[in-house]
């Protein structure tokens, strides 16, 4: 059973476009969780989806950002008009269920650079 | 609101020395509590969790924690590090009810000198 993938594991983008990050989560999974880490901190969360829901985007910032999680295919964490604050590793993970008996599982990474 | 502290950002010990990581949580209600230990450049990998039931808990790689309500603490630990321990390790909690929300203490490193 392939773990949680992550593509691309890094990526360098100017200010002002766009990053475009996927997770394709654990088969079987249906629940995605993306964090982000900046430099010398812990993972903060940022959004959970279920197939084609967004159920709480609480730690998503206002403007820039957007996730997906569609019925076909990987999640999607978008930034548009990037920012060098934006630099950080971004870490999704996935359950088979909801509930906080479920483990969640993590993918590698993308570590997204802005210059 | 959650919150989750890890004592000390970097700890070293000697090579077969007793590992302590310490972890304090802060909650209103008794959470679920996580270990991860994240390698260099790679994602994070469960070392132990405690849900419900008994409050020593065992994982992998010899680490254990013990959930203890009273001190709101939840520290990790090895009785003899190994070279291959040395990692950045994180403490969590997520809500006990509904989904999970997981918050992350901010990760100590663990430095072990042979």
């Known amino acids: 059973n392939a773990g949680v993938m992550q593509n691309p594991r890094h990526l360098v983008r100017r200010r002002g476009q766009e990053a475009r990050l996927r997770c394709s989560p654990m088969?079987?999974?249906?629940?995605v969780y993306w964090y982000r880490q900046l430099p010398e901190e812990g993972l903060k969360f940022m959004v959970y989806l279920q197939k084609e829901n967004i159920i709480d985007e609480s730690g998503m910032p206002k403007e820039r950002f957007s996730a997906e999680f569609p019925k076909e295919g990987p999640s999607i964490l978008r930034i548009q008009q990037v920012v060098r604050g934006d630099s950080a590793a971004y870490f999704c993970a996935s359950s088979p269920g909801e509930t906080t008996q479920e483990t969640q599982y993590f993918g590698p990474g993308t570590r997204l650079l802005v210059l | 609101a959650q919150s989750v502290t890890q004592l000390g950002s970097h700890v070293s010990v000697s090579e077969g020395a007793l590992v302590l990581l310490r972890c304090n949580y802060s909650?209103?209600?008794?959470?679920?509590l996580f270990w991860y230990v994240q390698y260099p450049n790679q994602g994070l990998q469960l070392l132990l969790k405690?849900?419900?039931?008994?409050?020593l808990v065992k994982g992998i790689n010899g680490f254990e924690a013990e959930f203890k309500k009273s001190e709101t603490s939840f520290h990790l630990t090895k009785p003899s590090a190994h070279m291959s321990d040395a990692a950045e390790y994180f403490c969590?909690?997520?809500?006990?009810?509904?989904?999970?929300?997981?918050?992350f203490g901010t990760g100590t490193k663990l430095q072990v000198i042979p």
């Open positions: 088969k079987g999974h249906s629940h």
């Open positions: 405690y849900t419900t039931g008994a409050t």
């Open positions: 969590a909690a997520s809500r006990s009810g509904g989904y999970q929300k997981v918050t």
């Open positions: 909650s209103s209600v008794p959470p679920y």
